[in-house]
Antibody, heavy 123, light 107 residues
């Protein structure tokens, strides 16, 4: 079965750090772009970060640039999101998603999604 | 950043109805527009990519059209499982942006 499985979410204090992982199974991680999308409680979808499949170029939303780092380990079929200096507004369910293209733009679409992992930022 | 605006924000309809959701981009995005369905507590599901291409496994009652700045998602003959929230998303340029969502409810 083709799937993505996120892990690493949890409760963290403001200013703290978390590392999210997204393990792919049932398909080869290969050269597709991979993306993190988040959804705050009761809110819509927000694109967070993406990494292209060929050169490992990283892209970030302004709201997380400088605090979050996306990376991938093709040998482990795993995507990561290192989150530092977390803020209350970062609290959300974080989804990883596989793109259908090698780069996030132009033209990518997210055809496989994980089930999400919840990040709570609170003291 | 490219702003994506969906209308309506919510919509009530009955099983068997035909509904149309509109998405407008703040600048031309060619046909780099995708549509997703999200049911409560679940991840989003890709329905339409490149404005009008039906994703594999998605029922043919879903269709998309448009180019430039104006796009539509049409669902013909609504089924009970179609009551969900729908999002458009542009992949013309980063930051990738989503519309605010359209909640489709049962009348």
């Amino acid at each position: 079965e083709v799937q993505l499985l996120e892990s690493g979410g949890g409760l963290v204090q403001p200013g703290g750090s978390l590392r999210l992982s997204c393990a792919a199974s049932g398909f080869t991680f290969s050269n597709d772009a991979m993306t993190w999308v988040r959804q705050a409680p009761g809110k819509g979808l927000e694109w967070v970060s993406a990494i292209d499949g060929n050169f490992g170029t990283a892209y970030y939303a302004d709201s997380v640039r400088g605090r979050f780092t996306i990376s991938r380990d093709k040998s482990k079929n795993t995507l990561y999101l290192e989150m530092n200096s977390l803020r209350a507004e970062d609290a959300a369910v974080y989804y990883c998603a596989k793109g259908v293209m090698g780069a996030p733009t132009p033209g990518d679409a997210f055809d496989i999604w994980g089930q999400g992992t919840l990040v709570t930022v609170s003291s | 950043d490219i702003q994506m605006t969906q209308s309506p924000s919510s919509l009530s309809a009955s099983v068997g109805d035909r509904v149309t959701i509109t998405c407008r981009a703040s600048q031309s995005i060619s046909r780099y527009l995708n549509w997703y369905q999200q049911r409560p507590g679940k991840a989003a599901k890709l329905l339409i990519y490149a404005a009008s291409s039906l994703q594999s496994g998605v029922p043919s009652r879903f269709s998309g059209s448009g180019s430039g700045t104006d796009f539509t998602l049409t669902i013909t003959s609504l089924q009970p499982e179609d009551f969900a929230t729908y999002y458009c998303q542009q992949s013309h340029s980063t930051p990738i942006t989503f519309g605010q969502g359209t909640r489709l409810e049962i009348k």
